[in-house]
Protein backbone atom coordinates (compact mmCIF):
# COMPACT_ATOMS: atom_id res chain seq x y z
CA UNK A 1 0.00 0.00 0.00
CA UNK A 2 0.90 3.64 -1.10
CA UNK A 3 2.03 6.08 2.03
CA UNK A 4 -0.92 8.20 0.22
CA UNK A 5 -3.53 5.74 0.65
CA UNK A 6 -2.50 4.64 4.54
CA UNK A 7 -2.75 8.21 5.26
CA UNK A 8 -6.30 9.02 3.62
CA UNK A 9 -7.41 5.93 5.62
CA UNK A 10 -7.33 7.50 8.87
CA UNK A 11 -7.41 11.07 7.84
CA UNK A 12 -11.29 10.45 7.92
CA UNK A 13 -12.20 11.02 11.22
CA UNK A 14 -14.64 8.15 11.99
CA UNK A 15 -12.11 5.92 10.84
CA UNK A 16 -9.45 7.36 13.18
CA UNK A 17 -11.98 6.54 15.98
CA UNK A 18 -12.62 3.07 14.79
CA UNK A 19 -8.76 1.80 15.13
CA UNK A 20 -7.75 3.97 17.87
CA UNK A 21 -10.91 2.12 20.16
CA UNK A 22 -9.54 -1.38 18.74
CA UNK A 23 -6.40 -0.42 20.33
CA UNK A 24 -7.78 -2.05 22.96
CA UNK A 25 -6.64 -5.51 21.84
CA UNK A 26 -10.16 -7.06 20.87
CA UNK A 27 -12.40 -7.99 18.35
CA UNK A 28 -15.48 -5.39 18.44
CA UNK A 29 -18.96 -5.97 15.87
CA UNK A 30 -19.88 -3.30 13.67
CA UNK A 31 -23.16 -2.03 15.48
CA UNK A 32 -20.46 -1.15 18.92
CA UNK A 33 -17.80 0.70 16.69
CA UNK A 34 -20.98 2.39 14.90
CA UNK A 35 -22.36 3.44 18.32
CA UNK A 36 -18.96 4.19 19.63
CA UNK A 37 -17.55 6.79 16.87
CA UNK A 38 -21.46 8.47 16.77
CA UNK A 39 -22.65 6.64 13.03
CA UNK A 40 -25.49 5.35 11.06
CA UNK A 41 -24.66 1.40 10.96
CA UNK A 42 -24.54 1.67 7.28
CA UNK A 43 -22.00 4.16 7.56
CA UNK A 44 -19.77 2.18 10.05
CA UNK A 45 -19.83 -0.98 7.23
CA UNK A 46 -18.98 1.40 4.60
CA UNK A 47 -15.69 2.51 6.39
CA UNK A 48 -14.73 -0.79 8.00
CA UNK A 49 -15.03 -2.08 4.30
CA UNK A 50 -12.28 0.05 3.73
CA UNK A 51 -10.16 -0.41 6.64
CA UNK A 52 -10.13 -3.92 6.23
CA UNK A 53 -9.61 -3.90 2.16
CA UNK A 54 -6.49 -1.58 3.14
CA UNK A 55 -4.69 -4.07 5.42
CA UNK A 56 -5.54 -2.42 8.94
CA UNK A 57 -8.17 -4.39 10.03
CA UNK A 58 -9.31 -8.45 9.55
CA UNK A 59 -12.73 -9.42 9.92
CA UNK A 60 -14.02 -12.50 11.95
CA UNK A 61 -17.94 -13.90 11.22
CA UNK A 62 -19.69 -15.62 14.05
CA UNK A 63 -22.94 -16.44 12.65
CA UNK A 64 -24.63 -13.43 11.41
CA UNK A 65 -22.56 -11.35 13.78
CA UNK A 66 -19.38 -9.38 12.08
CA UNK A 67 -16.37 -9.03 14.10
CA UNK A 68 -13.24 -6.65 13.18
CA UNK A 69 -9.64 -6.45 15.28
CA UNK A 70 -6.76 -4.69 14.14
CA UNK A 71 -4.83 -6.94 11.91
CA UNK A 72 -1.73 -6.91 14.02
CA UNK A 73 0.51 -5.73 16.69
CA UNK A 74 2.60 -3.84 13.75
CA UNK A 75 -0.86 -2.07 13.18
CA UNK A 76 -1.23 -0.98 16.81
CA UNK A 77 1.71 0.26 16.63
CA UNK A 78 1.32 2.68 14.05
CA UNK A 79 -1.88 3.77 15.65
CA UNK A 80 -0.21 4.36 18.40
CA UNK A 81 3.04 6.12 16.99
CA UNK A 82 0.87 8.64 15.17
CA UNK A 83 -1.12 9.32 18.55
CA UNK A 84 1.82 10.16 19.94
CA UNK A 85 2.30 13.44 16.95
CA UNK A 86 -1.53 14.71 18.35
CA UNK A 87 -1.06 17.97 20.64
CA UNK A 88 -1.35 16.97 24.04
CA UNK A 89 -4.75 17.90 25.12
CA UNK A 90 -3.74 20.04 28.65
CA UNK A 91 -5.58 20.83 31.89
CA UNK A 92 -9.75 20.70 31.30
CA UNK A 93 -12.01 22.72 32.82
CA UNK A 94 -15.54 21.20 33.40
CA UNK A 95 -18.20 23.89 33.34
CA UNK A 96 -21.04 23.65 35.97
CA UNK A 97 -23.53 21.88 33.28
CA UNK A 98 -20.70 18.83 33.00
CA UNK A 99 -19.26 19.93 30.14
CA UNK A 100 -15.82 19.42 29.87
CA UNK A 101 -14.04 23.02 28.13
CA UNK A 102 -11.33 23.24 25.88
CA UNK A 103 -7.77 23.26 27.73
CA UNK A 104 -5.72 26.85 27.24
CA UNK A 105 -3.41 28.00 24.58
CA UNK A 106 -2.56 24.74 23.60
CA UNK A 107 -4.86 24.82 20.12
CA UNK A 108 -6.11 20.90 20.96
CA UNK A 109 -9.92 20.18 21.45
CA UNK A 110 -10.92 19.56 24.79
CA UNK A 111 -13.28 16.74 26.14
CA UNK A 112 -16.55 17.08 25.09
CA UNK A 113 -17.98 16.18 28.31
CA UNK A 114 -17.00 14.80 31.80
CA UNK A 115 -17.52 11.27 31.22
CA UNK A 116 -15.37 11.96 28.68
CA UNK A 117 -12.63 13.85 30.81
CA UNK A 118 -13.04 11.19 33.31
CA UNK A 119 -12.28 8.23 30.56
CA UNK A 120 -9.12 10.07 29.25
CA UNK A 121 -7.70 10.81 32.58
CA UNK A 122 -8.06 6.98 33.56
CA UNK A 123 -6.54 6.08 29.75
CA UNK A 124 -3.34 8.25 31.13
CA UNK A 125 -3.33 6.26 34.14
CA UNK A 126 -3.16 3.16 32.93
CA UNK A 127 -4.26 1.36 29.84
CA UNK A 128 -3.96 -0.74 27.19
CA UNK A 129 -1.84 -0.21 24.07
CA UNK A 130 -3.37 -3.12 21.88
CA UNK A 131 -1.41 -6.21 24.07
CA UNK A 132 0.53 -4.15 26.26
CA UNK A 133 0.80 -2.19 29.04
CA UNK A 134 0.51 1.51 28.37
CA UNK A 135 -0.28 5.15 30.18
CA UNK A 136 1.65 6.05 33.27
CA UNK A 137 1.92 2.18 34.51
CA UNK A 138 3.32 1.31 31.25
CA UNK A 139 6.18 3.88 31.50
CA UNK A 140 7.05 3.12 35.25
CA UNK A 141 6.87 -0.55 34.59
CA UNK A 142 9.30 0.25 31.29
CA UNK A 143 11.67 2.13 33.50
CA UNK A 144 11.34 -0.56 36.35
CA UNK A 145 12.82 -3.39 33.76
CA UNK A 146 15.32 -1.37 32.61
CA UNK A 147 17.03 -0.75 36.13
CA UNK A 148 16.87 -4.09 36.98
CA UNK A 149 18.66 -5.35 33.72
CA UNK A 150 15.73 -7.39 32.49
CA UNK A 151 15.91 -5.34 28.94
CA UNK A 152 18.32 -2.98 27.62
CA UNK A 153 18.52 -0.47 24.96
CA UNK A 154 22.26 -0.66 24.44
CA UNK A 155 22.09 -2.09 20.88
CA UNK A 156 18.42 -1.72 20.51
CA UNK A 157 16.51 -3.06 23.07
CA UNK A 158 16.41 -6.42 24.05
CA UNK A 159 15.41 -9.17 26.66
CA UNK A 160 18.39 -10.48 28.89
CA UNK A 161 19.26 -13.61 30.48
CA UNK A 162 18.13 -12.19 33.50
CA UNK A 163 15.04 -10.93 31.62
CA UNK A 164 14.53 -14.64 30.49
CA UNK A 165 15.04 -15.99 33.57
CA UNK A 166 12.86 -13.51 35.61
CA UNK A 167 10.26 -14.44 33.20
CA UNK A 168 10.84 -18.54 34.28
CA UNK A 169 10.56 -17.52 37.97
CA UNK A 170 7.43 -15.65 37.14
CA UNK A 171 5.91 -18.74 35.13
CA UNK A 172 5.53 -16.86 32.30
CA UNK A 173 6.62 -18.63 29.05
CA UNK A 174 7.58 -16.81 25.77
CA UNK A 175 6.16 -18.63 22.54
CA UNK A 176 8.15 -21.26 20.67
CA UNK A 177 9.30 -19.00 17.84
CA UNK A 178 9.75 -15.97 20.45
CA UNK A 179 12.96 -14.04 19.05
CA UNK A 180 13.47 -15.95 15.67
CA UNK A 181 13.50 -14.41 11.95
CA UNK A 182 10.12 -13.32 11.00
CA UNK A 183 8.86 -13.50 14.08
CA UNK A 184 7.52 -10.78 16.47
CA UNK A 185 10.13 -9.01 17.90
CA UNK A 186 10.88 -9.55 21.94
CA UNK A 187 11.15 -6.57 22.70
CA UNK A 188 10.02 -2.93 21.36
CA UNK A 189 9.94 0.50 22.61
CA UNK A 190 6.66 2.43 21.92
CA UNK A 191 6.33 6.11 22.77
CA UNK A 192 3.31 7.15 24.54
CA UNK A 193 0.95 9.12 23.54
CA UNK A 194 -0.21 10.43 26.68
CA UNK A 195 3.47 10.30 28.60
CA UNK A 196 5.69 11.48 25.90
CA UNK A 197 8.16 8.89 26.98
CA UNK A 198 8.50 5.12 25.77
CA UNK A 199 6.65 1.98 27.40
CA UNK A 200 7.67 -1.70 26.30
CA UNK A 201 5.93 -3.18 23.93
CA UNK A 202 6.72 -6.46 21.67
CA UNK A 203 6.29 -10.08 22.77
CA UNK A 204 7.59 -9.70 26.53
CA UNK A 205 5.40 -6.81 26.96
CA UNK A 206 2.30 -8.47 25.53
CA UNK A 207 3.49 -11.53 27.85
CA UNK A 208 3.75 -8.98 31.29
CA UNK A 209 0.02 -7.14 30.33
CA UNK A 210 -1.79 -10.74 30.12
CA UNK A 211 0.23 -12.02 32.79
CA UNK A 212 -1.23 -8.78 34.74
CA UNK A 213 -4.58 -9.57 33.30
CA UNK A 214 -4.71 -12.89 33.95
CA UNK A 215 -3.40 -12.54 38.07
CA UNK A 216 -5.98 -9.74 38.69
CA UNK A 217 -2.94 -7.39 38.82
CA UNK A 218 -4.96 -4.95 36.96
CA UNK A 219 -8.54 -5.03 35.87
CA UNK A 220 -10.46 -3.40 32.81
CA UNK A 221 -12.73 -0.12 33.46
CA UNK A 222 -15.68 -0.84 31.38
CA UNK A 223 -15.15 -1.72 28.29
CA UNK A 224 -12.21 0.55 26.96
CA UNK A 225 -8.83 0.49 27.57
CA UNK A 226 -8.21 1.90 30.73
CA UNK A 227 -6.82 -0.55 33.91
CA UNK A 228 -7.10 0.04 36.78
CA UNK A 229 -4.29 -1.73 39.46
CA UNK A 230 -5.81 -3.52 41.98
CA UNK A 231 -3.80 -4.16 45.36
CA UNK A 232 -2.54 -7.56 44.98
CA UNK A 233 -1.04 -5.87 41.77
CA UNK A 234 0.35 -3.02 43.75
CA UNK A 235 2.33 -5.77 46.00
CA UNK A 236 3.26 -7.67 43.23
CA UNK A 237 4.73 -4.73 41.25
CA UNK A 238 6.19 -3.38 44.46
CA UNK A 239 7.92 -7.15 45.29
CA UNK A 240 8.89 -7.97 41.26
CA UNK A 241 10.46 -4.74 40.06
CA UNK A 242 10.41 -2.18 42.93
CA UNK A 243 7.42 -0.32 41.47
CA UNK A 244 5.79 2.27 44.08
CA UNK A 245 2.63 3.77 42.21
CA UNK A 246 1.52 7.25 43.24
CA UNK A 247 -2.07 8.03 44.49
CA UNK A 248 -4.57 8.73 41.70
Known amino acids: MSLARLAALLADPTRAAFCTALLDGRAWTAGELARHAGVAPSTASEHLSRLIDGGLLAEERQGRHRYVRLAGPEVATLIEDLSAFTPPAGPTAVTPGGAAAGPANTGAPGPRSLRESTRLSAEARARTCYDHLAGRLGVTVG ?99 GVELLPA
Not at 175 to 195: S, Y
Open 143 to 241: DAVLARGLVTEEDGPALTARGRAWLAELGAELPPRAGRPGARPLVRTCLDWTERRNHLGGTFGALLCRTALDRAWVERIGSGRALRVTPDGERALRELL
